[in-house]
C-alpha cells in the first residue's frame, strides 16, 4: 500500500516524488523528499522556487554543493545521548557529515568572493556549526572506511607492529615447512583456520605430520593442521588480536565521549545538509526535465505555455498552452475518447502540485500558477471490487468527498464527468455539479461526452468550451488543445473512409438532428478556419523571423566592418607616420651636414639660422595628426554621379549590396532592394558600384557559426574520491551527450569495485544511456565501462 495522499497516485505526483529521491546523497535528504507537502502560503512559495532557482544556475554554471554520501544518522545521536559508544562506521559518517559543512560554507563563501550570491541556499549554510577539535580527532583516528588507524594510539602501534614481527616469523617458519615436506601437504600455501596459521597435509600423513588439526576438507583427504613450531607465535598472534580489540574499542569510545556534549550541534548540521540536499535535488530533477520556474498570484489565474506532461518523453509529448482563471474559471472540454483529454487534465493537475511543492515545471519561462488550497480529482476507473461498487458509483462516491471538502480556492479537475449511467441523467447531473461549482467559485477543468455540456459551457458565465483536435486527413488526434472551440464527434466522417457501406452511413445521418448536424457543421468551419489562420500567422511569423535575422546580421555585419575599416585607416595612419619620421630624421642628417659646411667655410659663407628653421618646419607639416581628416579615398567618396532606379549601390549604412527601385529625386531619398528587405535610404548613405575605384581592395566579412570544444570521449576517475568522481562523470556525460558522441568510455579502475559500483548505480538511472558494458579484455576489461546513449 502507498503511503501517499490519494490525490498524488491519481496524478502520479507519487512518482516525481521516487524519483528525486534516487537524486539525493543523504538519507535525511530521502526523507525531507518524501515528505514534500505543497504549500498554499505565497511567501514560503516563492522562497521554495528561488531555492530551486539557485540551485539549478550553480548545476548550469557545472558546481555541486560539496555534500557527500551519508546514511542514517538519528540512531546513533540516540546511543551518543544515552552515553553509549559508536562503531567505527558510525563516528566516520559522522566526520563525513562535518567536512561536508566545513565545506559547504566554504564553497558558499568562494562563490560570494566572485560576486555570484545564492541567498536562499547560503541561508541554509550560514547555520552550520564547525566543530574543528572533532573533525581534528575522527581524521586523526579513522581511515576512510571508518576502521582505525594505527596512530591513533601509541599503544595500538606498538600492538599491530608485534603483530606484524608475529606473522612474519610464522610466515617464515610455515614456508620452510612448505620447502621440506611439500610431498605432504595438499597444495603449497599457508592458510588460516580459527584464526590460526596452518597447512593444508594430506590425510595419509597425518600420523607423521606433528601438529593440531583444525578443520578437514569435505572430503576428508585434507587435514588443516597447525604445526607445532608455530603454536607459540599463533597463541601470541591471538592474545595481540584480543589486545588490539580491546584498543579499538577504547579509542573508539573515546572518541564517541568527545561527540556526546555536541549531539544537538551534530542534529542540527545533519538538517542543514539534508536540506541542501533535497533543494538539489530538486534543481537535479529541473535540470534532467528542462523545467522552468513558474510564477504565482493568489487570484488562481494559470497561464501555462507550452506545458508538458512531465511523466512523457518530450519526444513523444506534444505541449499545450492552459489557460483559467483570467476570464472563465471553468473549462469543459468535449470531444471523442483518444484525444489526449485525460492527459491534459493530469498534467494541470500534476503541474500545480508540483509547482505548489517548490519544484519547477515542464513549461516554458514566466508560466503562471494559482495557489489553491487543494487539488482534487477524479480521474479514471477507480470502481471498488471489494465494495461491490459499479464504475458509476465508485466516480460518484469520489465525487461526493471532493463536493463536501472544497472551497472557492480549491482546484477540481473531473475526467468524462457523469459518465456510466444513463446519458440524460448523466448530463443533467453533471451540469448541476458544475452549476455548484461555479457559484463556490472554485476553479474547475472537466471532460465529457455529452453534447448538451457544449450549451451549457457557452450560456454559464465564467465558462468556456474546448475540445481537443482531430486531424481530418490522417483520421487521427493531434493531442492539442483549442479553447473556444466545442468538440465535435468524428464517427461518421471516419466510419465513410474506412468504407462503411453508403446506406448505413445515410440512415445514421438522418438520426441525427438538425440542431447537431448544424453544430458540427458550425464546429468543423471554426476548425477549418482556425488552422487557416494558424497557417497565415505560421508564415508570416517565419518571414519575420528570417527578416530579424537578416537584420542582426546586416547589424552585426556593419559593425565589424566599422572595426575593420578603423583598424585600416590606424595602420595606415601609423605606416604613414612612420615614413614621415624617417624622412624627419634624414632631412635632420641634411641639415646638420649644411651646419658642418658653414663652419668650414667661414663667416662669409653663412647659411642664415632662420633660412634652416623655416626647412625644419617644412618638413614638420609633412607628419599628418593621428585623427586623420581628409585622404583622396573620403575625396572620391564625395564624388557621385546622379543615382537612377537600377542602379547597383552599396548602402554604407549597413554595409550591403542592393538595387534602386525607386526614386525621389525631390528629397533625395531612394528605395534600395536588398534581399528579401526594402529600405528606404537618404542619397547621402548610398555609393554607386560602378564609381568603385579604390585602389584598397574590399574587405569582405563572413558570418560563421562555429560548435563549441566537443567532449573527450572518455574519462579517468583513477584515483580520485568517489564523490568528487560522481559530480566528474556528471558534468562528463552532460557535455558528451551536448558534443553528440555516441557512445563513451568511463576508466574507474579495479580496485574495491566501489567506484566501479558508483558509475554503474549513476549510469542505471541516467534516461540518456541505452546500455552499458565492461570494455574489451585487450581494452581494459572490468576497469572500464563503455556507455551507449540513446
Known amino acids: 500500500m502507498s503511503t501517499y495522499p490519494k490525490i498524488y497516485v491519481t496524478l502520479e505526483f507519487d512518482k516525481i516524488i521516487e524519483h528525486i529521491e534516487t537524486l539525493t546523497q543523504t538519507k535525511a535528504g530521502q526523507q525531507k523528499v518524501r515528505q514534500l507537502t505543497p504549500s498554499d502560503d505565497l511567501d514560503t512559495l516563492i522562497t521554495w522556487q528561488q531555492e530551486t532557482d539557485q540551485s539549478l544556475e550553480l548545476l548550469q554554471r557545472s558546481y555541486h554543493i560539496p555534500i557527500v554520501t551519508l546514511g542514517h544518522l538519528e540512531e546513533a545521536f540516540k546511543r551518543l545521548e544515552l552515553g553509549a559508544g559508536l562503531n567505527g562506521k558510525e563516528l566516520n559518517m559522522i566526520k563525513h557529515l562535518l567536512v561536508s559543512c566545513r565545506e559547504t560554507v566554504r564553497f558558499f563563501k568562494n562563490q560570494a568572493e566572485e560576486e555570484k550570491w545564492y541567498p536562499q541556499l547560503s541561508y541554509w549554510a550560514d547555520q552550520m556549526i564547525d566543530i574543528p577539535h572533532i573533525i581534528s580527532a575522527l581524521t586523526n583516528a579513522l581511515e576512510d572506511d571508518g576502521s582505525v588507524k594505527t596512530s591513533a594510539s601509541s599503544k595500538l602501534s606498538s600492538i599491530r607492529r608485534q603483530q606484524d614481527q608475529s606473522e612474519t616469523q610464522a610466515r617464515k617458519i610455515l614456508n620452510d615447512l612448505i620447502k621440506r615436506q611439500s610431498e605432504q601437504l595438499s597444495d603449497k600455501l599457508i592458510t588460516i583456520r580459527n584464526q590460526r596459521y596452518v597447512l593444508p597435509v594430506k590425510a595419509t600423513y597425518r600420523a607423521s605430520f606433528k601438529g593440531t588439526v583444525h578443520d578437514e576438507s569435505g572430503t576428508g583427504q585434507t587435514l588443516f593442521i597447525e604445526p607445532q613450531a608455530v603454536v607459540q607465535l599463533n597463541n601470541k598472534l591471538s592474545e595481540l588480536a584480543i589486545q588490539e580489540r580491546r584498543e579499538i574499542e577504547r579509542i573508539l569510545f573515546e572518541l564517541s565521549q568527545q561527540l556526546m556534549p555536541h549531539v544537538s550541534e551534530l542534529r542540527l548540521n545533519e538538517t542543514f545538509i539534508a536540506q541542501l540536499d533535497f533543494i538539489q535535488a530538486r534543481a537535479k530533477y529541473a535540470k534532467e526535465t528542462n523545467a522552468t520556474r513558474p510564477y504565482f498570484n493568489e487570484d488562481n489565474r494559470i497561464a501555462l505555455w507550452q506545458a508538458h506532461h512531465p511523466l512523457i518523453d518530450r519526444k513523444q509529448s506534444v505541449p499545450n498552452d492552459i489557460l483559467l482563471g483570467e476570464n472563465y474559471y471553468a473549462l469543459i472540454i468535449t470531444g471523442p475518447n483518444t484525444g489526449g483529454k485525460t492527459i491534459l487534465l493530469k498534467t494541470l493537475g500534476l503541474l500545480q502540485l508540483m509547482g505548489q511543492s517548490g519544484l519547477h515545471i515542464p513549461a516554458k519561462e514566466r508560466s503562471q500558477l494559482g495557489i489553491f488550497d487543494g487539488v482534487y480529482a477524479d480521474i479514471g476507473d477507480e470502481q471498488s471490487i471489494e465494495q461491490s461498487l459499479s464504475t458509476f458509483s465508485s466516480h460518484m462516491t469520489n465525487i461526493v468527498e471532493m463536493i463536501n471538502s472544497f472551497t472557492h480556492r480549491s482546484l477540481l479537475l473531473f475526467d468524462e464527468l457523469g459518465s456510466g449511467t444513463d ?179 667661414g663667416e662669409n659663407n653663412t647659411i642664415k639660422e632662420h633660412v634652416l628653421i623655416d626647412k625644419r618646419t617644412a618638413l614638420n607639416k609633412l607628419k599628418q595628426p593621428e585623427p586623420l581628416q581628409k585622404n583622396r579615398v573620403l575625396k572620391r567618396a564625395k564624388k557621385k554621379k546622379q543615382i537612377k532606379v537600377g542602379d547597383d549601390v552599396e548602402v554604407l549604412t549597413y554595409g550591403q549590396r542592393g538595387t534602386i527601385i525607386e526614386a525621389d529625386a525631390k528629397n533625395k531619398e531612394y528605395v534600395v532592394q536588398m534581399g528579401i528587405l526594402k529600405l528606404t535610404v537618404k542619397e547621402k548613405d548610398l555609393k554607386p558600384l560602378k564609381d568603385q575605384q579604390d585602389d584598397t581592395p574590399a574587405v569582405r566579412v563572413n558570418v560563421q557559426r562555429s560548435a563549441g570544444p566537443k567532449a573527450p570521449t572518455s574519462l579517468d576517475l583513477r584515483g580520485e574520491r568517489y564523490e568528487q568522481a560522481m559530480n566528474r562523470l556528471d558534468q562528463y556525460i552532460d557535455s558528451a551527450l551536448l558534443s553528440h558522441h555516441p557512445q563513451v568510455t568511463i576508466i574507474h579502475g579495479k580496485g574495491t569495485g566501489a567506484l566501479r559500483q558508483g558509475v554503474h548505480q549513476y549510469l542505471k538511472r541516467h534516461p540518456q544511456v541505452d546500455s552499458y558494458a565492461y570494455s574489451h579484455p585487450n581494452a581494459g576489461g572490468d576497469g572500464s565501462t563503455v556507455v551507449v546513449f540513446k
Open 423 to 601: 446519458p440524460q441523467e448523466g448530463a443533467a447531473l453533471a451540469m448541476g455539479i458544475l452549476e455548484y461549482i461555479r457559484k463556490v467559485g472554485a476553479t474547475v477543468m472537466a471532460t465529457t461526452h455529452y453534447p448538451e455540456l457544449k450549451v451549457y459551457a457557452h450560456e454559464a458565465p465564467g465558462t468556456i468550451n474546448a475540445s481537443m483536435e482531430f486531424d481530418q486527413d490522417t483520421l487521427s488526434p493531434t493531442y492539442r488543445l483549442l479553447i473556444g472551440v466545442p468538440g465535435r464527434s468524428n464517427a461518421i466522417e471516419i466510419s465513410q473512409r474506412l468504407g462503411l457501406r453508403d446506406d448505413i452511413l445515410q440512415m445514421a445521418r438522418q438520426g441525427i438532428t438538425v440542431e447537431s448536424q448544424s453544430m458540427n457543421e458550425m464546429v468543423a468551419n471554426l476548425e477549418h478556419q482556425r488552422r487557416k489562420a494558424e497557417e497565415t500567422e505560421y508564415q508570416a511569423q517565419e518571414q519575420l523571423n528570417k527578416a530579424d535575422e537578416l537584420l542582426r546580421d546586416l547589424r552585426r555585419e556593419f559593425n565589424r566592418y566599422q572595426t575593420t575599416k578603423d583598424q585600416l585607416m590606424d595602420r595606415a595612419r601609423q605606416e604613414a607616420n612612420k615614413v614621415v619620421e624617417k624622412a624627419k630624421e634624414d632631412a635632420e642628417k641634411i641639415i646638420q651636414e649644411i651646419r658642418d659646411l658653414q663652419l668650414e667655410q
